[in-house]
């Protein structure tokens, strides 16, 4: 049973029963041009994490273990998409990658670098939790998953909110902070700081080298 420095206490968990879960690393948050950049945003913020996690991804493949990515996104007709969260963004409209978090979208995609391989698991989310109206939840199951590995974007958001729900699940989550990407620095920071804080309320932080060294 691999062990790993982390915050707030060294973080043990079986191979077995852990998985890797890629957050939203689409070509609307990352690419320059795209969605993000399109609110306001810096992606350079987001894109330190790409290689951190590719490297990751092919230690954790050469290991033979899984991976699950998530894509945020709604179907074309946007009837997925709560008039709520339509009013407060550009989602659905045209822009340079496509129309923007629509499924089948070249902008929707995962960037070239992370593509999934064959046979890895692709959830498709509308939210920015990973379980809300998803079969990540049962998949997990199938698979007797009970630690996740989180990485992706961004930190304070889709990531945020999928640990959270995790932890109400049951299950253990450590998250990557050099694989995770906030827009914000000041957030990417706090937002670590949340889920380490108080014995680990939501988990433990820690830093992929540490974990590539014990796989
Ligand atoms: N994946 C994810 O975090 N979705 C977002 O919309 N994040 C923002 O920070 N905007």
């Given amino acids: 049973m691999p ?43 987001l894109r330190r994490t790409i290689e951190p996690l590719a490297a990751l991804m092919s230690a954790w493949r050469a290991a033979g273990l899984p991976i699950i990515h998530t894509r945020e996104g709604h179907e074309p007709d946007l009837s997925d998409c709560p008039p709520a969260k339509l009013a407060r963004g550009a989602i659905g409209q045209q822009g340079a990658f496509g129309r923007i978090l629509i499924r089948g979208e070249y902008g929707h995609d995962i960037i070239d670098e992370l593509r999934p391989a064959g046979g890895e698991v692709v959830v498709d989310k509308p939210g920015k939790g990973a379980f809300y109206a998803t079969e990540l939840a049962e998949i997990l199951d199938k698979q007797g998953i009970k630690s996740l590995i989180v990485t992706g974007v961004t930190t304070e958001v889709c990531v945020h909110t999928t640990v959270r729900e995790a932890n109400d699940r049951g299950y253990e989550c450590l998250v990557l902070a050099d694989c995770v990407g906030s827009y914000f620095p000041e957030f990417q920071r706090v937002g670590l700081q949340m889920i380490a804080a108080q014995g680990g309320i939501f988990g433990w932080v820690a830093e992929s080298p540490a974990l590539i060294a014990a796989i």
Avoid: C, K
């Fill in 3 to 45: 062990t790993i420095d982390a915050e707030p206490t060294p973080y043990s968990f079986d191979l077995d029963s852990a998985a890797l879960l890629v957050i939203d690393m689409q070509r609307d948050f990352l690419l320059p041009g795209g969605f993000g950049e399109s609110l306001g945003n810096d992606v350079s913020q």
